[in-house]
């Protein structure tokens, strides 16, 4: 998640992997960000990061140590970057 690198639509696109590069929550295009601040499929695992983090930048979440951190707490919870 971190490098960009994922089982996500994103990724997908970028890399021209024949998979689907929608959500499975119905958004169109499935990005990481998409994924971590706005799939309504992983609101309860995203209050982790929102209860940790003072921002939900990308700085914060990927350049801090408390924002990795609670980003593995999310990914863990959540299952999102896992492939279904």
Same mark, same amino acid.
């Given at each position: 998640?971190?490098?960009?690198?994922?089982?996500?639509? %994103?990724?997908?696109?970028?890399?021209?992997?024949?998979?689907?590069?929608?959500?499975?929550?119905?958004?169109?295009?499935?990005?990481?960000?998409?994924?971590?601040?706005?799939?309504?499929?992983?609101?309860?695992?995203?209050? @982790?990061?929102?209860?940790?983090?003072?921002?939900?930048?990308? @700085? /914060?979440?990927?350049? /801090?140590?408390?924002?990795?951190?609670?980003?593995? %707490?999310?990914? @863990?919870?959540?299952?999102?970057?896992? @492939? /279904?």
């Amino acid at each position: 998640c971190r490098t960009g690198h994922g089982f996500f639509g %994103e990724y997908y696109s970028h890399m021209r992997v024949p998979e689907d590069v929608g959500c499975s929550c119905g958004e169109e295009y499935q990005t990481r960000s998409y994924i971590i601040r706005d799939c309504d499929l992983h609101t309860t695992a995203r209050q @982790k990061l929102t209860d940790s983090l003072i921002d939900m930048t990308d @700085k /914060t979440i990927f350049g /801090t140590n408390e924002g990795i951190i609670a980003l593995s %707490e999310f990914i @863990k919870e959540s299952g999102a970057f896992e @492939k /279904t």
